[in-house]
């Protein structure tokens, strides 16, 4: 009896991290508030005018208003597109702000100690340290950085800097010093249009072109801000580099732009972190990200994306139609995608790699978790080009309540992109009979040293692990919690520390409701 | 929505290139099989479902030639005993074929069928269900237009296949044939299949299996280099019925197999496996399409293609589990062997599942001979060439196994063999 006693215990010891982290998250959706702020807009709807009033607002030189209204002749060409397994009320374009900052920020602050405190005070609520000092190593300890959730492992404390995005512009960016000490330029992309234009110039578009689709082109025309990395050669980026997107003003789209530039031999690690407030109104999020990597370099970036996914009637949320895409141009490059998607009413989301240089490497894990009557239709590319590529894609689908989830993925071995290698897994869970789990992969192989291999599976939570869970005490809701838990283990493991932690909590958050 | 003018345009002059046949019971049928190629317009290069595989050869009004080609080979089943049919580029032959009787079976002709025919409920019918969600346009083109086929009527249990032979003749004919099989509760019946038919060959088979009634369909599609072919089986099973399909390819320029899988009664099983071996200018595209709409059923797809100098190989298959499907099994593989670098593997192997008490599952995976395996022969001193093929053959296998008789797999592996001495020689 005490052998079996101890046996328990050790059981229960090793998942006790996770029950505790489900049973710390109280109600649905937790960042549902508003902050009450004042607000400039620019007026409802878009024309070639409100492109360069937006334009205008960022202080960009005149090539860049060029840029934007070239992108919205394109976009007026451009028709929306339907082949994605996603089903929502047109979008009126013309019944939206297209800009919206904060009148605080008119005059943009020169550190944060200027910047509006009930700015701070949002991103403080939603647990996002702009605050240098709070998390400064060995000033304010373990002790500060704890609080915050974003201790990285025993003594040493990982710093992470953040651009705080704030509807259209971006609200600060911490630990800018200490990066420029190393060489690395963190800043917003309406900054470095200015302060680094020969980059901006050089980069911007050339991953995901004007004209890629519909909503990169209507991103490039109307982006406000966004994020712009660039980290030199030989250069490993001294912290993780974070930004946070927080839509607050109603019936406003957030069009973020997000530049990120490895170059040759150096390493960087970024996430990005979004939420919105609870609306009953849909609301349209349409992002680019950009990424380069040259030679040697690596690039990991991370995404809890967890937008307001609506009511549980389906009412409001964030309509998120987004475009990232790494190119990895240099030899032995790598970039690595890593994203959790919990939140938006609808996805609509790839990010791929162009895997150029020789011996490149491209990996994508993904969990994505959609409950009530949320619709994802997500996956991504792996382009090979180069010799000796590989990729992996490791992708995980959970489906609950009435909602429609779906894997879509391109795996293509060009006819030159010899000895290179794919490997995909794509598993999809069903909780609750009205609901769709869907895979929809693309394989196309044009040389046969490479090898593909592709594997799928979609099955139901497994009875028999619930009722172990149940019988141990648990109720229905967390037994199913625990079991997804294990079920995103392998794509869990891939986010960096604190990520995981604020992920598997939201998978138990996300999944509220869905049984019973 | 407006069909595309181009589409209009391609459809329209298509369809002036055709005769309908006038009268009979099949009238009213095809009266309505074209208003659906009118409504869907026939496949254009941009639609996605011939995302892989260009249709305009098979879309345009005059059928490209083909040469004709004497394999020199032994008949295809010759071992089999069967009741022969022979249609020669798209006509009936009653001379070469044998009488149309076999007991619990009638055989009928399409182009001379009694006024009054059981078919009329069935032809066209499962063909018009099979436009949902996905469109086959070439498949209702068929409908409107076949001018020759077989109805078959299976009652209870065959006492031997009847083995349907396709003979090519002249180097610009232009074939549409329509067959309707109707399985009764606890009939049993097999189909055989084989020859090239035409220099362009549009087929369309409907197989209606009520409940308890089993069909087994082996086919081996005609060796002719420049043939074209289109072909559709639309099927719909009954429950505990049982639909076994199988199809060996080797050459044609292009081929095109779709196959529309309805299951509809509770328990039943449906199976559909290909092996294709391609040489050259060779495109060989399996679409199928399998819709679980009852409890408790089980459906396998096993695809197996091996493709050499600059071969392409396409595979389209997609598991639809509706709302209330609980309790399916399905299980879908695609593989592909590339013995050269030139060669192509396309695949979208799909799941759209509805239901949450299922175990669906699919694979695909591409590449070169495995060196391993090819290095464990070679030390057990078997040359090169002969391990090669040992190789190839153990890859076809798990397609070929799919067959249930084992007689008519033996047929089917000494086809594989025969291909591959021919590639040595």
Known sequence: MAALDNKTSVKEGVDQETVDAVREVGGAYKYGWETDIEMDYAPKGLNPDIVRLISEKNGEPEWMTEWRLAAYERWLQKEEPDWAMVDYPQIDFQDQYYYARPKSMEVKPKSLDEVDPKLLATY????????????????????????????????????????????????????????????????????AIRDHPELVKKYLGSVVPVSDNYYATLNSAVFSDGSFVYVPPGVRCPMELSTYFRINAENTGQFERTLIIADKGSYVSYLEGCTAPQRDTAQLHAAVVEIIVEEDAEVKYSTVQNWFPGDEDGKGGIYNFVTKRADCRGARSKCMWTQVETGSA???????CILRGDDSQGEFYSIA???????????????????????????????????????????????????????????????????????????????????????????????????????????????????????????????????????????????????? | MALPQVKQDATEARLAALDMPKGGWPEAARKDAMGRVRAMGLPHARDEYWKYTR?????????????????????????????????????????????????????????????????????????????????????????????????IHATGRAAKPISLIYRHRSTSSDAILHHVVKIDSGAELTVLESGPAAARFNKVMEVDIADGGTFHHVRVQGRDHERRAATAIFTRLGTESVFKSFTL?????????????????DDAVAHVAGACMGDGDFHHDDTVFITHDALNCESRQVFKKVLRN?????????????????????????????????????????????????????????????????????SRGIDEGPATDLLTIAFLAEAVMEIEDESLQDEINGLVEAWLSRRRG
């Not at chain 1, 609808?346 to 791929?352: A, N, R």
């Open chain 2, 249 to 265: 390819t080797a050459n044609g320029v292009l081929t095109r197999n779709e196959c529309v899988i309805e299951l509809t009664g």
């Open chain 2, 55 to 151: 249709p305009d050869t098979l879309v345009q009004p005059e059928a490209p030639e083909a040469a004709l080609f004497d394999d020199g080979d032994a008949p295809v089943f010759g071992g089999v005993d069967s009741l022969k049919l022979v249609f020669v580029d798209g006509v009936f032959d009653e001379a070469a074929s044998d009488a149309a009787a076999l007991e619990h079976v009638s055989i009928d002709r399409l182009a001379d069928a009694p006024d009054i025919h059981w078919a009329k409920d069935l032809y066209g019918t499962l063909e018009a269900r099979g436009q949902a969600p996905v469109q086959r346009p070439l498949a209702a083109l068929n409908t409107a237009y076949a001018s020759d086929g077989v109805l």
């Open chain 1, 124 to 191: 403080e609520k939603l647990g996002i340290p702009l605050k240098e000092q709070m998390i400064l190593a060995g000033v304010e300890g373990a002790e500060g950085a704890a609080a915050e959730g974003r201790v990285g492992g025993g003594e040493e404390v990982r710093k992470v800097a953040v651009d705080a995005v704030f509807d259209s512009v971006s609200v600060g960016t911490t630990f800018q010093k200490e990066l420029r000490e190393a060489g690395v330029i963190f800043c917003s992309i309406s900054d």
């Open chain 2, 310 to 378: 600059g071969a392409k190989g396409v595979f389209q298959g997609k598991i639809l589990v509706k709302e209330g499907a609980q309790k399916t099994d399905g299980y879908q593989i695609s593989q592909s062997l590339l013995l050269d670098d030139d060669s192509q593997f396309l695949a979208k192997p799909e799941l759209e599942i509805y239901a949450d008490d299922v175990a669906c599952s699919h694979g695909s995976t591409s590449g070169a001979i495995d060196e391993e395996a090819l290095f464990y022969l070679r």
């Open chain 1, 346 to 352: 609808v996805t609509w989301k790839y990010p791929s």
């Open chain 1, 369 to 516: 978790i959609t409950n009530n009557h949320q619709q994802a239709d997500t996956g991504t590319k792996m382009i090979h080009l180069g010799k000796n590529t590989k990729s992996r894609i490791v992708s995980k689908g959970i489906s609950a309540g009435h909602a429609q989830n779906t894997y879509r993925g391109l795996v293509s071995m060009h006819p030159k992109a010899k000895n290179s290698r794919n490997y995909t897994q794509c598993d999809s869970l069903l909780i609750g009979s009205l609901c769709g789990a869907h895979t929809v992969p693309y394989i196309e192989v044009k040389n046969n040293s490479s090898r593909v291999e592709h594997e799928a599976t979609t099955s139901k939570v497994d009875d028999d692990q619930l009722f172990y869970c149940r019988q141990r005490g648990m109720d229905e809701e967390e037994a199913v919690a625990l079991v997804v838990n294990g079920f995103c283990r392998d794509v869990l493991q891939a986010l960096p520390m604190e990520f995981a932690m604020e992920a598997q909590q939201l998978v138990a958050i996300s999944l509220e409701g869905s049984v019973g």
